[in-house]
């Protein structure tokens, strides 16, 4: 994943945000039992989370002082792979051990997220073999992956996928280079088959240049689309209402928390309704955390352990 080398207003951003968040809180089930919408006002802010490193129940240890809401509304799982199967040709979902750990202990890794709320999302990413969401050869092998995708989602009681184009080396063992029509069949087949759940876009790569195809344009079908590079301010490309979009982003403890405080005013005084962080891990900050939630919440991040 990248990083960053690679008055009226306000309160106007924060009902439209307020509206979001309502949108947000029943727009995916989950496998676990029936959790409480969030109740803060303002944008929905997203936690990605190295889980090679980190603990996906690090994302739970954040509310505000001023009411004791989650700070974080969404928790990414970074990541499964889109890798390539020389023998068959085909592309699958992988995951390495430490992400199949996460999923396996679902029960304690992610329902206690889910219980209190939060949302988490499976991030797929390209894995150096060729295989990407941009170069599927067919609608039908589009839609197998789709499967796969949904099928996760299904049996781990996830909230939704997240796509991240990065890392795929288009052409690596004879694959085909990036084509206008697999990311549309892909992301097309994938709501069909979980129209309640999410689908978010990291806003890079070759298939976030490419959704249109035939007629079709995906843009609607996602839920939520973010800038990928930390410590910036960029508009993700993509027609989208401005409550489902991060031109914020933020590496939590790599971003300085002035850069952090000022991309969170700036997210609400021009309106955008999601706030984007990376790298959440396992000690206290609460202080750069604080930076972006007095912000877009007014209020201070509280940290327990």
């Given at each position: 994943m990248f990083t960053?080398?690679?008055s009226r207003v306000r309160k106007?951003?924060?009902a439209l945000s307020a509206v979001a968040a309502l949108a947000?809180?029943?727009a995916a089930t989950t496998g676990a039992a029936a959790a409480p919408a969030p109740t803060k006002q303002g944008p929905t802010s997203v936690a990605y989370v190295e889980v090679n490193d980190n603990s996906m129940l690090n994302v739970g240890k954040y509310t505000l002082a001023n009411g004791g809401e989650n700070v974080f509304d969404v928790a990414v799982i970074f990541a499964a792979n889109i890798n390539y199967d020389t023998t068959k040709k085909e592309a699958y979902l992988h995951f390495n051990e430490n992400v199949q750990r996460v999923l396996d202990n679902a029960a304690t890794q992610?329902?206690?997220?889910?219980?209190?709320?939060?949302?988490?999302?499976?991030?797929?990413?390209?894995n150096h073999q060729g295989a990407g969401f941009a170069n599927f050869p067919s609608k039908a092998a589009a839609s197998a992956f789709a499967k796969q995708l949904s099928d996760t989602v299904t049996k781990y009681g996830l909230d939704g996928i997240d796509f991240d184009d990065e890392y795929a080396e288009y052409g690596n063992n004879g694959t085909g280079q990036?084509?206008?029509?697999?990311?549309?069949?892909?992301?097309?087949?994938?709501r069909a088959n979980m129209p309640d759940k999410i689908i978010s876009l990291y806003n890079i790569g070759p298939a976030a240049s490419r959704l249109s195809y035939g007629g079709v344009d995906i843009s609607a079908k996602f839920d939520?689309?973010?800038?990928?590079?930390y410590g910036t301010w960029q508009v993700p490309g993509i027609a989208l209402p401005k409550s489902k979009l991060s031109p914020a982003a933020v590496e939590i403890g790599g971003t300085s928390q002035g850069t952090t405080a000022d991309l969170a005013r700036r997210t609400v005084d021009e309106g955008y309704g999601v706030y984007l962080t990376y790298n959440l891990d396992g000690t206290d900050r609460s202080?750069?955390?604080?930076?972006?939630?007095?912000e877009l919440y007014g209020s201070d991040a509280v940290y327990t352990p």
């Amino acid at each position: 994943m990248f990083t960053l080398v690679r008055s009226r207003v306000r309160k106007a951003a924060l009902a439209l945000s307020a509206v979001a968040a309502l949108a947000f809180g029943t727009a995916a089930t989950t496998g676990a039992a029936a959790a409480p919408a969030p109740t803060k006002q303002g944008p929905t802010s997203v936690a990605y989370v190295e889980v090679n490193d980190n603990s996906m129940l690090n994302v739970g240890k954040y509310t505000l002082a001023n009411g004791g809401e989650n700070v974080f509304d969404v928790a990414v799982i970074f990541a499964a792979n889109i890798n390539y199967d020389t023998t068959k040709k085909e592309a699958y979902l992988h995951f390495n051990e430490n992400v199949q750990r996460v999923l396996d202990n679902a029960a304690t890794q992610i329902r206690p997220l889910q219980q209190k709320g939060i949302k988490v999302v499976l991030s797929v990413l390209g894995n150096h073999q060729g295989a990407g969401f941009a170069n599927f050869p067919s609608k039908a092998a589009a839609s197998a992956f789709a499967k796969q995708l949904s099928d996760t989602v299904t049996k781990y009681g996830l909230d939704g996928i997240d796509f991240d184009d990065e890392y795929a080396e288009y052409g690596n063992n004879g694959t085909g280079q990036p084509n206008d029509s697999s990311f549309v069949h892909l992301v097309t087949a994938l709501r069909a088959n979980m129209p309640d759940k999410i689908i978010s876009l990291y806003n890079i790569g070759p298939a976030a240049s490419r959704l249109s195809y035939g007629g079709v344009d995906i843009s609607a079908k996602f839920d939520y689309a973010w800038n990928p590079y930390y410590g910036t301010w960029q508009v993700p490309g993509i027609a989208l209402p401005k409550s489902k979009l991060s031109p914020a982003a933020v590496e939590i403890g790599g971003t300085s928390q002035g850069t952090t405080a000022d991309l969170a005013r700036r997210t609400v005084d021009e309106g955008y309704g999601v706030y984007l962080t990376y790298n959440l891990d396992g000690t206290d900050r609460s202080a750069d955390v604080s930076a972006f939630t007095r912000e877009l919440y007014g209020s201070d991040a509280v940290y327990t352990p």
